[in-house]
């Protein structure tokens, strides 16, 4: 079971322990659509790969080939 929550961040959208609970920075919400999947996707494949090695960001890739530019996009918004 995958438990999820809303938190305020400092200085990330989401996060994820290793007894799978996700957290994701409220403000995520206000971000369009495609960076919220991508913010979602990538905290879900912390469940498989706690880390960011390149196992990881293989499997990122297999749900959103766009990734890398999702990611620079999320880069420029603010979080605080």
């Given at each position: 079971m995958i438990i999820y929550s809303l938190?305020?961040?400092?200085?990330?959208?989401?996060s994820?322990?290793?007894?799978g609970e996700i957290q994701f920075h409220w403000k995520v919400i206000m971000?369009?659509?495609?960076i919220?999947?991508?913010?979602v996707v990538h905290e879900l494949c912390?469940?498989?790969e706690f880390n960011h090695g390149e196992?990881?960001?293989r499997l990122v890739a297999e749900t959103i080939?766009?990734?890398i530019d999702r990611r620079r996009v999320l880069?420029?918004?603010q979080i605080g």
């Open positions: 938190k305020t961040f400092k200085s990330r959208w989401g994820c322990n290793v007894k971000a369009p659509n495609r919220v999947d991508y913010v912390h469940l498989k196992r990881f960001w080939p766009d990734h880069a420029k918004l």
